[in-house]
């Protein structure tokens, strides 16, 4: 017999998919797709900071980099920007990945810090590489697709997707040492647990998705520009 939980599961799931049945005005599906993109990213940031107690004012970057990594596909090497979607979220475990093992060897605040200027430096960056990044005058794209029907359950499935890889993660080995690095790092330490390596695999996942989120964003809204994509504010604080 089926538990509460997945009846849920299935009950909610099924509300997702026939949704749209009932809502085709495009103003409320485009805030539909919204809240899918965010659900992404707030999904990948309580991977890191929820479960492993990681908090992080940083996800800004790693939406960032995921969505300037479809953009400039198109900008420099005329590419479809969906192909963004394989590489935006490879970047941005590639720029989570210093930062982890630099940050994750320190105790206290030091990790929040440090992704906190990670957002703000990729922001000044990507604002004064104008040959490459195209600065403040943001990139703009002519979407192949322009069907909200289409984005949303192309968003629908990434969040499915984004939801069982943290599930299977959090079920795994994996998860419990996470919960026991936020409950007591010491402790867990002191079990033979190697605290920064297991903090570095929430990371890495937890950049992945956000990586994901933004090349999906850029696809969807078809513009960016840094003080967008990179907003502390708007982003990093909100999720």
């Given at each position: ?15 997702a ?38 908090v ?14 479809a ?20 970047m ?33 960056l ?45 079920h ?11 409950e ?8 033979g ?14 950049a ?32």
């Amino acid at each position: 017999m089926l538990n509460k939980n997945i009846l849920l599961t299935i009950a909610f799931a099924l509300a997702a998919i026939i949704l749209p049945v009932f809502i085709k005005a495009p103003y409320q599906l485009h805030i539909l797709i919204l809240i899918i993109i965010w659900a992404i990213i707030g999904t990948a940031w309580n991977l890191l900071s929820g479960y492993a107690g990681q908090v992080s004012f940083g996800h800004a970057a790693f939406f960032g980099v995921g969505a300037y990594s479809a953009g400039i596909m198109t900008l420099h090497y005329s590419l479809s920007p969906w192909w963004g979607l394989l590489l935006g979220p490879v970047m941005a475990m590639m720029v989570a990945l210093p930062i982890g093992a630099i940050a994750f060897r320190l105790r206290g605040p030091y990790f929040a810090l440090a992704t906190l200027a990670l957002g703000e430096i990729f922001r000044l960056l990507f604002l004064n590489l104008t040959s490459f990044t195209a600065g403040a005058k943001g990139i703009l794209i002519m979407p192949a697709i322009t069907s909200k029907m289409f984005y949303y359950y192309s968003g629908l499935g990434m969040l499915a997707f984004t939801l069982l890889a943290t599930y299977m993660i959090v079920h795994s080995k994996i998860g419990y040492y996470l919960v026991s690095i936020r409950e007591d790092q010491d402790a867990a330490t002191s079990l033979g647990i190697p605290t920064t390596l297991y903090k570095n695999l929430a990371l890495l996942p937890s950049a992945f998705f956000t990586g994901l989120a933004g090349a999906f964003y850029m696809n969807y809204v078809a513009f960016i520009d840094p003080n967008i994509v990179f907003n502390l504010t708007n982003i990093s604080i909100m999720v």
